[in-house]
């Protein structure tokens, strides 16, 4: 009778054929909840990357649009609204989405701006908020720039995470801001530099005709002047080769009386565009400072003279973000830089 007994209580212990299916359930059951929140981070990710992706370049291009300047010269000004549109257009740019839907920012979304480079410590920079100042601060010292800031956002919605404790749906956002230097240093310039009525009363589209075995310009409406430069008050060809940066006042070019022409090929190609310093004037044997920058298209070029056309705006690769007081209407820019707290 007890062995009996025994024997049914060992049989109804051993029979677990039911409880295998239970922690299968279970298993697939937490399986699917870590697919389905890796899917839902997964998503996440990419709308983040998206919204990032398009923010960098809706800044970058509105920090292009700056430019040209209002009013060139002493007193300009970038150019905001100009900037606004350029990030707004290419935002709501139908290839541009996030969360696969199209953007549609108005214009004020897109917040100009001026960022310090070098900004005092106790100095917040942390678009959207506090949003950039738009009077250029009065300190030089702190470098500040023209600036474009583009944030954008998109609600995600969210399928296994809110069992998580994850909010539904989440909202993703990212920020970006682009500077736009303006061209107060820069490298790689040939040795010639030119006076402001050669450059600036020209039209921009005056082709014109630089010979330096005479060291003269030759436009086609105007009379100007070029001149070899170097830095040391010698003449001769080594010291013609400039190896580091030039910055508009600091630095004092002098103008050499008389150069090989042909070097003309060392430092211009046909197709190149070239920087090239403004000096007050190109006078033989004299110390001038630099007061601007000009960019030249070359068309033609041989030996000793080349040809091509001013242009009224180009972003120089070159440019090293430096303080600087407007003096000429120059249509030197850096190229758009994104910055960062």
């Known amino acids: ?79 905001w609204v100009q900037g606004q549109l350029r990030a707004q257009a290419l935002v709501n740019n139908a290839y541009n989405k996030a969360n696969y839907q199209q953007f549609s920012i108005p214009v004020d979304a897109v917040k100009p701006g001026y960022w310090c480079l070098t900004p005092p410590t106790d100095y917040v920079q942390s678009p959207p908020s506090p949003p950039l100042p738009t009077v250029c601060p009065i300190n030089s010292a702190y470098l500040p720039l023209p600036a474009i800031t583009m944030t954008l956002s998109r609600d995600v919605t969210l399928y296994l995470a809110p069992i998580f404790g994850i909010s539904n749906p989440k909202t993703m956002s990212a920020t970006a801001t682009a500077i736009l230097p303006k061209c107060y240093s820069t490298t790689n310039i040939p040795p010639i530099a030119l006076d402001p009525d050669t450059v600036f009363d020209i039209g921009p589209d005056a082709t014109i005709f630089i010979d330096l075995s005479d060291q003269d310009i030759q436009p086609f409406s105007n009379k100007g002047k070029a001149s070899w430069f170097n830095l040391d008050g010698t003449n001769d060809v080594p010291t013609v080769r400039i190896n580091r940066p030039l910055t508009t006042m600091d630095d004092r070019l002098w103008m050499v009386p008389g150069t090989d022409a042909t070097l003309l090929r060392t430092f211009v190609h046909v197709g190149d565009t070239i920087i090239m310093p403004v000096v007050e004037n190109v006078e033989k044997c004299t110390y001038q400072k630099i007061v601007d920058w000009v960019a030249f298209k070359v068309e033609q070029a041989d030996a000793n003279s080349m040809k091509g056309k001013f242009l009224p705006l180009y972003f120089d690769p070159n440019v090293i973000p430096t303080a600087g007081t407007p003096t000429l209407p120059s249509g030197v820019m850096g190229t758009p830089k994104l910055v960062s707290p």
């Open 1 to 79: 009778m007890h062995n009996t007994r025994a024997h049914k209580n060992l049989t109804l212990a051993l029979d677990e054929s039911g409880a295998s299916a239970v922690i299968v359930a279970i298993v697939l059951t937490v399986i699917c909840g870590f697919v389905g929140l890796a899917f839902d981070v997964g998503h996440m990710v990419m709308v983040k990357a998206e919204l990032q992706r398009t923010a960098d370049a809706g800044a970058l291009a509105g920090a292009a649009g700056l430019a040209p300047y209002n009013n060139p010269g002493p007193n300009e000004t970038p150019n």
